[in-house]
């Protein structure tokens, strides 16, 4: 099920007609049935102005039937495995995750040195 066909269902559950949700979120009725017929994504805007009107939280519209993702718990996971992970997210994700571990390696050699050379002086 595509994410305008949920956004479908819940507008019909909640009784409220096509063109009015249009204008609510700031969109003409034909961008807006694009949207619920599949050939148009929604904007994270869009998701949002529709959460608000529904009542219904953002995800609830993304995963109608709460066929949630399980959250992956890195914590007991090898080395290995993690970096395995790290390496299955999009390119800027990685490099976040990169400049972080730079920064804090960074910060590790710069105390190390000043522990260093204080406990010598």
């Known amino acids: 099920m595509t994410v305008g066909e949920k956004i479908k269902i ?13 204008l609510e979120i700031g969109l003409d009725q034909s961008n807006y049935n694009k949207i619920e017929n599949g050939k148009r ?9 529709l959460s608000v009107i529904f009542g219904v939280r953002v995800d609830e519209l993304l995963n109608l039937d709460n066929n949630l993702p399980s959250p992956v718990t890195v914590e007991y996971k090898t080395i290995s495995e993690k970096i ?18 730079d920064t804090m390696l ?3 050699k710069f105390q190390d040195f000043f522990q260093q050379n204080i406990a010598t002086n």
């Open 84 to 101: 395995r992970l790290i390496e299955q997210l999009e390119e800027e994700d990685k490099n976040v995750i990169y400049k972080m571990l």
């Open 10 to 22: 819940v507008r019909k559950k909640k009784g409220y007609q096509q063109k009015a949700v249009a």
């Open 41 to 49: 994504e929604p904007s994270v805007d869009v998701l949002q102005k």
């Open 106 to 108: 960074t910060k590790k």
